[in-house]
């Protein structure tokens, strides 16, 4: 069998006639089905990736020490996170990457199980069928039984939905698998993209005990800094599963550039462009919301995330078409699994003109 016959179809080529149904609208598409940054970057980050051009070494699998630090002092300052030590953080060459290759890069493999959200971004479940590794999509520590998985999948806030899980249930989840030597990664992707709730890292003291045992988080600068583009992000978390990471990466050659490495921690090192950010997806929430709750939508969860988790109670693919029809391109909630077979994923990270003329049609 070949790899890519494990995998499952890539989703968004099943959206493909209704992205050129919605472009055959006058005044063209808009284009809310991807979560894709169209702001500019930062120019704090832009001037740092100048002054970092010259760089023709290698650079080190493990990262600058500067870029570390950065990260390190990101999650103290703007999320509680104390006590790391550089052994404990890894720059990644994008999330996407890191989230679907965890499980090969950790030895697991056939045999073994994974647990990931009932509803969830595809790469969970494309990492473990790279792995060869069964699957199980359940938001309940009890659907595993008498099973031990070995590596469970937590998303908060949640990609697509936009729910957040409160402290009490990260602790319950982190004793849970410490008590069975289960690994325990957190996908905290959106953790800056708050709007009704406050998102806690998995590694925060309330959550963890202070002790980073067992667990990984992984943290990316796409949403946060427009950084999409530079496919930057970092993991953080147990420094002996950091360890086995960066072993086999070395081995890969998975080497951040030298020139995003000093971007990155520029871009951490600066909280003015993040709020700045915030505060333009807060506007376009605000627009899209009002609009879809106008049309009859209504949006379930959605405290944090950059997509607004919709429904008018129909079959998923009905709504796509309907929008498609005004000009409006969204992402069907059974791309995310079966329980989203009634909702939609729209994202609010078009520019203001497009969120004005999507409010528009929907009007």
């Not at 309940?140 to 999948?153: D, I, N």
């Not at 908060?156 to 319950?172: C, D, F, Q």
């Not at 002790?211 to 990984?216: A, F, P, Q, V």
């Not at 969860?301 to 009905?318: F, V």
Request: overall charge negative.
């Amino acid at each position: 069998m070949s790899v890519s016959s494990r995998l499952p179809d890539f989703p968004w080529d099943h959206l493909v006639r209704y992205a050129e149904q919605a472009r055959q609208h006058p005044d063209g598409i808009v284009d809310l089905s991807v979560g894709t940054p169209v702001d500019p970057t930062p120019e704090v980050v832009q001037e740092a990736l100048r002054a970092a051009a010259d760089s023709p070494g290698y650079p080190l699998t493990v990262g600058r020490p500067e870029t570390r630090q950065a990260a390190i002092d990101w999650l103290e300052r703007k999320h509680g996170v104390t006590g790391l030590g550089l052994d404990q953080v890894l720059p990644v060459i994008g999330s996407k990457e890191l989230i679907g290759s965890m499980a090969v890069h950790l030895g697991i493999g056939p045999g073994d199980l994974i647990g990931y959200p009932e509803l969830a971004y595809p790469t969970y479940e494309v990492g473990a069928a790279l792995a060869g590794a069964r699957a199980v999509a359940t938001d309940s520590l009890t659907a595993f039984g008498p099973e031990v998985p070995k590596l469970l999948w937590l998303n908060s806030p949640s990609n697509p939905t936009g729910r957040v899980l409160p402290v009490e249930h990260l602790r319950k989840v982190v004793e849970w698998c410490r008590e069975r030597g289960t690994i325990l990664v957190s996908d905290e992707c959106y953790l800056e993209c708050a709007w009704e709730a406050e998102p806690v890292s998995v590694l925060h003291p309330d959550v963890c005990g202070g002790s980073t045992e067992g667990i990984l988080a992984v943290h990316s600068l796409s949403k946060r800094s427009n950084l999409a583009g530079y496919r930057v992000a970092f993991v953080a978390g147990d420094a002996a599963l950091v360890g086995e990471l960066l072993a086999v990466r070395k081995n890969l050659g998975l080497q951040m550039p030298g020139p995003q490495q000093r971007a990155m921690a520029a871009a951490l090192d600066d909280d003015a462009h993040a709020a700045e950010q915030h505060g333009r997806y807060a506007a376009r929430r605000q627009v899209l919301r009002d609009a879809l709750e106008g049309a009859g939508f209504r949006v379930d969860h959605s405290e944090a995330s950059l997509y607004l988790w919709s429904t008018r109670d129909e079959d998923c693919w009905d709504t796509v078409a309907a929008l498609a029809e005004r000009g409006i391109l969204v992402a069907p909630g059974s791309f995310y699994g079966t329980a989203g077979a009634r909702h939609v994923r729209v994202a609010f990270t078009a520019t203001d003109e497009r969120v004005a003329a999507a409010a528009a049609r929907l009007a």
